[in-house]
């Protein structure tokens, strides 16, 4: 028993050796390994699934949403290959036909395949999203293995025949019916061969070729293309003309609209890179005769923008048709695209919108950026005058860029600034709601004229802008010297402190001028009633009707007082007949009279005469800018408190008042005018509301006589400077006194402040109203009712808003940090104005069809925002940015095709050279760029069983009616450039 178990233990261990050494000779060749590798890889891919392998790494291929790949090196004993899967999964995350042939059995292999058949018809032939060879042979899912070369493809016949069906022996042993293609021949001929395990009974094959010149003229028409399709599946001695053959035809012809010839755009640019001054100066004049998509716009004052809509693309389908002869192909052929079922427009985006500009481009937010550049430089000077002189130069990078433009240039500038059109502009145009919150100037003002401007004088650097801002000045003093008015500015109303201080001062500068000039025309009008005078009329007589023709000359004003004066003279005559009547002491004199009144104040009376109490003309407040208020403030301050002892600016004001007041009140008394001019001084002691008093009451009045009160303590103090003032000031009327506002020493403060201001103060100012002068043009867009513009306009203001507040200050506490966040800003004002040119053009484009701009707004809208907060230097990333820059394919509806086709103007004279292509199908003069056409034909599935075993047939149940797509055959291209992929169906 031992020695039989120990044999027995002898012959296990024999016979796990053998398993051991067991060679497997079904893998003995290569390319049975090869075989194999490829098998493993496949069921790994198919036990995976499309979810497990996104998860694993599975990338998404290139300009489509849906469409995975997986790759996997292969090696032989001669070459390396790479086998790709690429496989489709739908918005719930499921592949698109997916077959799950290990539940189902062997049997029914067949009823998936009819499956597959059918769903493939039902699928959008048309996906424009779908893979090369998705389109070509109608497939979903399939497998590419291409060698790892140079070239990436076959060029020996039986090596790709070999490794094609090496790939399908692996798919047939893990049972699947993934389609799997090689491609061959040379590169450029884009050519494959593929086929696909259909079950147990069919097959399908794939061959894709492509002629690249001389294609034939009978495959350049419809009826060529139908006779090629049918004779791949009938004997090729038919006549054709002779029989019919049921072929479902679908065709797709893509239109495109005429670009600007790219050479002359590129001249184009290259001139105006490279004398931005000069070509900017010129504002469409004669040196761009050329006509400009945005000539209208408001922009296009200042600089010509690229169209960010380069063209357009029109998708044209046929849907599903039958034909049958030749005859219904060349009435398709001639049909107009008004008769296709579906038109899918997609526009064409300039590729500068998805990238940074770095200052390739000339718009505004470049030119800014500029300006801030100058601005940071402007702290290493005193002034202006300092950056003119290279040599006085404090910076030794001023010497490197040292641009300025000739005086041609200069001079242009001038003239528009100072002497094209007296009219006053109108300064709420282009005004937004949050334009004011902004410390700046309004569009249309002198000063806003002058930033724009300087953003294109030159490069905008330091040394430019002080050459610009010393010649302006040299302008605005010689307006003032010689009495001229300040253009683009108001002559009259109040300083607005909410703008920025040389904005002011050229207001009131304007205002001082116009002064100027009325004391002249009446110093003039003196000189001329002197010359017209009789000579026998006395030198004081002359003086006398000067002086009355001085009084004319304000006519509404005088009016108003001479009808006062007449009321109150006839007044006083009736309170002379009254005191007489009465033997009153206080006799009024017959000769006072009033002087500038402007009307009685209600029923108060004089205290001492008991006559009506009248309010003055008076003159108007000085007109003060923001640091004038300040100095006001600081002279305030240093007297105190008190309003017992004003500051001198206010006694100016108070001693005209009271001048004013006595000329119209010739009997008023101190008393008199505080009950006027400061009721809260004189304390009544008596109730307001009194009966009247028979005999000390005027007719009419209901107020006893005479009031009870008193003046205030501080009024009534001993060497009150009110009173004070009241005894020294004479009774004269407003226009008698000197005027509160002296123009000459204001406009010549002004003038010294202009020549003497520091650069940096200068250039805060300019950036702040640059900014929103650049703002207020753009937001005199027309764009239509596109809402998200409308908002991303207002989030502009508000962000330029919060950054160039720290501008507003007297110091800016940190210089760097104020550089970089306006350098922030500019960036963020080029993506607004980016957005602004798409919604104008989009707006232009469709005025009749407003759905359409909205949508292609709406889908930019989304793609572009999500990348505002990207600016990156890397080229790559910019390039991967621009691709991503493609805006969805929209539908148009029939009422909107009318105005799609007017956007593809016919061909020109200039565009006639291209060679005229023969394909038929024109839109308005247009041949399509792309031909696309889809020929198939089937079989029924019960129409006899040459196709299919009868057990086959019988395993899929009831079908009858269902066909299988034996042939189908894509055709694309144009007369020079044709390519043709053929899928057979056959039985082996």
């Not at 059995?105 to 493939?120: Q, S, V």
């Not at 001929?189 to 009978?218: H, L, W």
């Not at 640059?770 to 753009?778: N, Q, S, V």
Request: glycine share 4%.
């Amino acid at each position: 028993m031992a020695s039989t178990s120990r044999r027995n233990s002898l012959q296990e261990d024999d016979a796990e050796e053998e398993v051991q050494h067991f060679d497997d000779f079904t893998l003995a060749s290569s390319w049975e390994r090869f075989i194999s590798d490829i098998e493993a890889t496949c069921r790994q891919w198919l036990a995976d699934g499309p979810k497990n392998l996104v998860e694993k790494g599975a990338v998404t291929v290139e300009d489509s949403k849906n469409l995975f790949k997986v790759k996997y090196d292969l090696k032989n004993v001669t070459k390396s290959y790479c086998m790709e899967f690429y496989f489709q999964i739908d918005d719930n995350g499921s592949q698109q036909g997916v077959y799950d042939y290990r539940v189902i059995g062997r049997n029914c292999i067949f009823f998936f395949m009819i499956w597959y058949l059918t769903d493939a018809a039902g699928v959008d032939n048309w996906n424009t999203s779908s893979h090369d060879l998705q389109l070509c042979f109608g497939v979903k899912d399939f497998l590419l293995i291409a060698p790892q070369s140079a070239s990436g493809v076959l060029l020996d016949t039986p090596e790709s025949s070999k490794l094609l069906s090496s790939v399908a022996i692996a798919l047939s042993n893990c049972a699947s019916l993934w389609p799997a293609f090689v491609p061959v021949h040379d590169p450029s001929r884009n050519a494959y061969i593929g086929i696909q395990n259909m079950g147990t009974v069919f097959t399908r094959r794939f061959e894709a070729d492509r002629i690249g010149s001389q294609v034939p003229v009978k495959l350049m028409h419809l009826e060529g293309l139908y006779e090629l399709f049918v004779s791949k599946f009938v004997y090729s001695g038919v006549d054709f003309s002779m029989h019919t053959f049921k072929v479902h035809f679908m065709m797709r012809l893509t239109y495109e609209t005429f670009t600007s010839d790219e050479d002359d755009e590129n001249s184009d640019i290259d001139e105006f890179m490279g004398d931005k001054a000069d070509t900017a100066e010129h504002h469409g004049s004669e040196s761009r005769n050329k006509v400009h998509w945005d000539d209208d716009c408001p922009w296009s004052e200042w600089y010509s923008a690229e169209d960010p809509l380069r063209g357009f693309e029109l998708v044209v389908t046929w849907a599903d048709r039958t034909v049958e002869n030749t005859l219904e192909m060349a009435e398709l052929e001639n049909a107009t695209p008004h008769e296709a079922e579906k038109w899918i427009l997609h526009p064409v985006l300039s590729p500068y919108l998805g990238e940074p500009s770095h200052g390739k481009r000339i718009d505004f937010s470049s030119q800014l950026l500029c300006l801030v550049g100058a601005l940071d430089t402007s702290f290493t000077a005193q002034f202006m005058e300092d950056f003119v002189s290279v040599e006085n130069s404090s910076s030794e990078s001023l010497k490197t860029s040292v641009v300025i433009p000739p005086p041609t240039v200069l001079d242009r500038v001038i003239k528009d600034l100072f002497h094209e059109g007296s009219k006053l502009p109108n300064f709420t145009k282009g005004e937004h709601r949050l334009s004011r919150a902004l410390k700046a100037a309004p569009l249309e003002s002198l000063f806003t004229q002058f930033c724009l401007h300087s953003l294109w004088f030159g490069n905008c650097n330091i040394r430019a802008i002080s050459f610009l801002w010393v010649e302006f000045v040299r302008e605005v003093r010689w307006c003032w010297e010689e009495s001229q008015p300040l253009p683009k500015m108001p002559i009259d109303g109040s300083i607005d402190l909410s703008t920025c201080l040389i904005h002011q001062k050229l207001h009131l500068l304007a205002i001082c001028i116009e002064k100027n000039r009325e004391m002249n025309e009446e110093f003039l009008d003196c000189i001329g009633s002197d010359d017209s005078s009789d000579a026998s009329v006395s030198v004081e007589e002359n003086h006398k009707v000067d002086k009355r023709r001085n009084r004319s000359s304000k006519a509404g004003l005088q009016r108003k007082r001479d009808s006062s004066i007449a009321e109150d003279t006839s007044n006083q005559l009736r309170f002379e007949r009254k005191a007489e009547s009465k033997n009153s002491v206080n006799q009024i004199r017959t000769d006072a009279f009033r002087r500038g009144s402007a009307g009685p104040v209600g029923t108060m009376m004089l205290l001492k005469s008991h006559q009506p109490l009248h309010a003055p003309f008076t003159q108007d407040p000085p007109l003060m800018t923001e640091d004038m208020h300040e100095e006001r403030l600081q002279a305030v301050e240093a007297f105190g408190d008190s309003l017992n002892v004003p500051g001198q600016l206010e006694k100016d004001i108070l001693l005209s008042d009271m001048s004013a007041f006595k000329a119209a009140n010739p009997n008023a008394v101190f008393e008199d005018f505080i009950r006027w001019h400061s009721p809260g001084d004189w304390e009544s002691s008596e109730p307001e509301a009194a009966e009247a008093s028979a005999g000390s009451s005027t007719e009419g009045s209901k107020d006893k006589w005479p009031p009870h009160g008193r003046l205030s303590k501080r009024m009534s103090d001993q060497g009150n400077l009110w009173r004070k003032s009241w005894n020294d000031a004479p009774a004269l009327q407003a226009d008698d006194q000197k005027p509160l506002l002296d123009p000459n020493r204001e406009g010549e403060k002004i003038l010294h402040y202009l020549e003497t201001v520091r650069p940096h103060q200068l250039l805060e100012q300019m950036v702040c109203t640059a900014f929103r002068g650049a703002a207020d043009t753009l937001n005199q867009t027309n764009f239509g009712d596109m809402r998200q513009m409308t908002s991303k306009l207002e989030q502009l203001y508000l962000i330029i808003k919060s950054t160039l507040g720290v501008l507003q200050r007297n110091h800016v506490p940190d210089r760097e940090q104020a550089v970089k966040d306006l350098r922030r800003l500019c960036v963020a004002f080029e993506h607004v104005e980016k957005l602004v040119t798409v919604a104008a053009s989009l707006h232009r484009k469709f005025l009749d069809a407003s759905r359409l701009a909205q949508v292609i707004f709406s889908d930019f809208y989304a793609l572009y925002v999500p990348m505002m907060g990207i600016n990156s230097n890397d080229e790559e990333e910019n390039k991967s940015r621009t691709q991503e820059m493609q805006v969805g394919r929209q539908e148009v509806s029939f009422r909107e095709r009318q105005v799609v086709s007017n956007l593809f103007s016919p061909p020109s004279a200039n565009q006639s050279w291209r060679k005229v292509l023969s394909m038929g199908n024109l839109l308005n003069g247009h041949e399509p760029i792309l031909r696309e056409i889809i020929f198939s034909t089937g079989d029924d599935v019960n129409n006899g069983i040459h196709y299919a075993a009868a057990a086959d047939v019988a395993a899929s149940g009831d079908r009858r009616g269902e066909e299988i797509e034996t042939h189908r055959m894509y055709v694309s291209g144009t007369s020079n450039d044709l390519r043709v992929a053929l899928s057979v169906t056959s039985c082996d």
